[in-house]
């Protein structure tokens, strides 16, 4: 599965492993990983792509426990708009806000939300709202999304913390989220990504599947349960995510 925002991703990666990294002395473990957002490709005639993200990350193991603490839970928006469809160059269109909150832009045209803010109203069950000031060929326009968050996904407590590449893996979640139109889900060395998309409460990867990762610590296994809608605003069609993602760190062995 293709995917297409490096910086969403790396935002929320940081995050994670900025725990790990402050109580870790393995010096033997590559460098920290950086990776692609877990959403879906959007459409080939897509021109651009709004994603509001209700993600909640384990706290890696070798991170001493804390009374109340069980992982954390951030907003993440981001917005990808192109002077032709998907992959093309990305162009600003002025100030983009999600539920009423401004994104930001560190470079290179993609919006993202602010580094100092994870919070962006993101509410399972309910729809969120984005407003385009416009430009670059883009009119300004204001969307409530039809379709409602998904209720958040949780791996079940089958995934441990570590797992053989040499083995088939199978990845579990404790049930079925609502407001889902598929689940993707994704093992990664940080490098290197293995993806499947189904609709299940549960997936498996071969080790044939898995035989392209390196050994790591910092590894990591994702479950992203997501709807999409489009919409034309001025001829140009406009493809919103709202997803949930549950992303624990994992020793790959």
């Known amino acids: 599965m293709k995917t297409y925002n490096s910086t969403l991703w790396t935002l929320l990666l940081g995050v994670v492993l900025t725990f790990s990294a402050c109580s870790s002395d393995d ?59 998907v992959g093309s160059t990305l162009v600003n269109v002025g100030e983009v806000k999600l539920n009423s909150k401004a994104l930001t832009i560190p470079g290179g045209n993609a919006y993202i ?48 913390a570590s797992f053989s590449k040499g083995s088939d893996i199978t990845l579990s979640i404790e049930t079925m989220t609502s407001n889902t139109d598929n689940i993707l889900w994704v093992i990664s060395d940080g490098k290197t990504t293995v993806t499947k998309e189904s ?29 999409a809608e489009e919409k034309s605003f001025g001829g140009k069609k406009v493809y919103f995510i709202n997803e949930s993602v549950h992303t624990k760190i994992v020793e790959i062995k």
């Open 199 to 227: 609709k299940a409460t549960s997936v498996t990867f071969s080790a044939s599947e898995l035989s392209g990762l390196k050994a790591t610590s910092s590894g990591l296994v994702q479950a992203a349960s997501y709807n």
């Open 113 to 160: 939300n602010n580094p100092t803010d994870f919070s962006y109203s993101l509410v399972a069950g309910q729809s969120n709202s984005w407003q385009v000031a416009g430009g670059s060929g883009f009119d300004a326009f204001s969307h409530t999304t039809t379709k409602k968050m998904p209720s958040q996904v949780k791996f079940a407590s089958s995934v441990g």
């Open 27 to 85: 010096d033997n473990d590559p460098t920290q990983p950086t990776q692609t957002s877990p959403t879906p490709t959007a459409p080939s005639d897509a021109n651009a792509v709004l994603a509001a993200v209700l993600s909640y990350s384990d706290l890696p193991s070798s991170v001493p426990s804390v009374p109340g603490v069980g992982g954390i839970a951030i907003d993440v928006a981001s917005g990808s708009f192109f002077n032709g469809a």
